[in-house]
């Protein structure tokens, strides 16, 4: 449906797409994930026709956006990151003046209808846009969008600026108009990716950097076993207990994620099986294991470590499958990441950074971080 070949685009020195190439099948529904200043829109506003490109090749639907500019615009609608709205316009007098401006062959009542109908603004119909909320407006956008029936939706940023129920209610309507549209959404928001789109392609500065399914990104890129364990007990003893099982190299403490317990991540080396020791550990000092399971990458940490890598030159993703990756599972990016998203105040310990002397300070407050700094080296001796 969709064919980009070598998309570059200059702005003046600025390379804002730098060679990117991908195709989008009929019926994809696929996320443009990346920081801001990435290319997101660039790329967007060139395959929607309203921007120039500097060298490579853009097809819909096998018509060049070039040479066939029409027929390639046809076939697509476009909400732009800002919504071309008329403000002093009633919902129904803008639909239908976007219904002019297409040129739309389809009967007008029944399509606009049906479309405020799909995208539940019917109760606003007679509204000026102006005194709609940022989320009737962006369904206005949506709607803007699907006059004419294009095949393919092009969604930039569709949920910024929202509330969180108006933006659940925009992903369950982009979901179900990607029951029957190709559909693309850029967002700098990785859950939104997650949540909505079947593919995701990253972009940091203009490049490509991956092209996936989410399950697969996240398959490629989770070189470790580490276990999330929720355990009820004193955090220093528990985590001082975890870090002396055979395997184990690193344990961070992740906080309290419920009352009256922490989570611990456990970080063993590749040949251990640590999950046995650690129930019989802890049981045998009585501090309940009421929860152990296997650390999957969020879509945060997957983005943290390939916009990681791209920025030091390595291309991660693409020699994911040959690759070996480095044995430390956590970037520092990662690292920072744990104690952010930590409830409490996270604990990390590293064998190579960590400080014995804290945890001789009989002392510490034992909801300071730093004085519950362990690693396997100090534990061993
Ligand atoms: P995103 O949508 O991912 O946030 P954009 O596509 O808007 O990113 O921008 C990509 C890069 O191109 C940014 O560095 C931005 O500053 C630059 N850029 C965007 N539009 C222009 C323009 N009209 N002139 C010069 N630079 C631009
Ligand atoms: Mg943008």
């Known amino acids: 449906m969709i064919e980009v070949s070598h998309l570059s685009k200059r702005y003046g020195t600025h390379l804002a797409v730098d060679d990117a190439s991908f195709s989008i099948q009929k019926g994809e529904v696929v996320g443009f994930l990346g920081p801001n200043g990435a290319g997101k829109s660039t790329i967007m506003n060139i395959l929607t026709g309203y921007l120039s490109f500097t060298t490579g090749s853009v097809q819909i639907d096998g018509f060049d956006i070039v040479e066939n500019p029409e027929q390639a615009k046809r076939r697509i609608g476009y909400l732009p990151e800002l919504p071309p709205l008329y403000l002093d316009m009633t919902v129904k007098e803008y639909l239908s003046f976007v219904y002019d401006l297409r040129k739309v062959k389809l009967p007008r009542k029944p399509h606009i209808e049906e479309i405020c109908r799909l995208v539940k603004i019917e109760n606003v119909y007679d509204r000026l846009i102006k005194n709609l909320s940022k989320g009737y407006r962006q369904r206005v956008g949506i709607a803007q969008a699907l006059i004419g029936n294009p095949d393919v939706l092009i969604l930039d940023e569709p949920t910024v600026g929202l509330d969180p129920k108006q933006i659940i209610e925009i992903r369950s309507l982009i979901s179900r108009l990607g029951k029957n549209h190709t559909v693309i959404l850029s967002s700098h928001i990785l859950s939104e990716v997650q949540a909505v789109c079947e593919r995701v392609i990253v972009i940091n500065r203009g490049v490509i950097i991956a092209d996936d399914t989410p399950d697969n990104l996240s398959k490629n890129l989770s070189n470790d076993h580490s276990l999330v364990a929720r355990v009820i007990g004193p955090v220093r003893e528990v985590t001082r207990l975890l870090a002396t099982i055979k395997g184990v190299e690193r344990v961070t403490c992740l906080g309290k994620k419920e009352e009256g317990s922490n989570d611990y991540l456990i970080e063993p080396d590749r ?23 296997t650390n999957e990458l969020t879509l945060e940490q997957i983005f943290l470590r390939l916009t990681d890598a791209a920025d030091n030159g390595e291309q991660l993703f693409k020699q994911a499958a040959k690759t070996e990756t480095p044995k430390s599972s956590l970037s520092e990016a990662e690292k920072q990441m744990v104690a952010e998203l930590a409830s409490g ?19 510490a407050d034992p909801e300071d971080p730093e004085s519950e700094t362990i690693a396997q080296k100090e534990v061993d001796d």
């Open 345 to 363: 105040a996270p604990t990390v310990f590293d064998a190579a950074a960590s400080d014995a002397d804290s945890l001789d300070d009989a002392s």
């Open 271 to 293: 040949e251990t099986d640590v999950r046995r020791p650690i129930f019989e550990r802890l049981s045998d000092r009585k501090w309940p294991l009421i929860m152990l399971r």
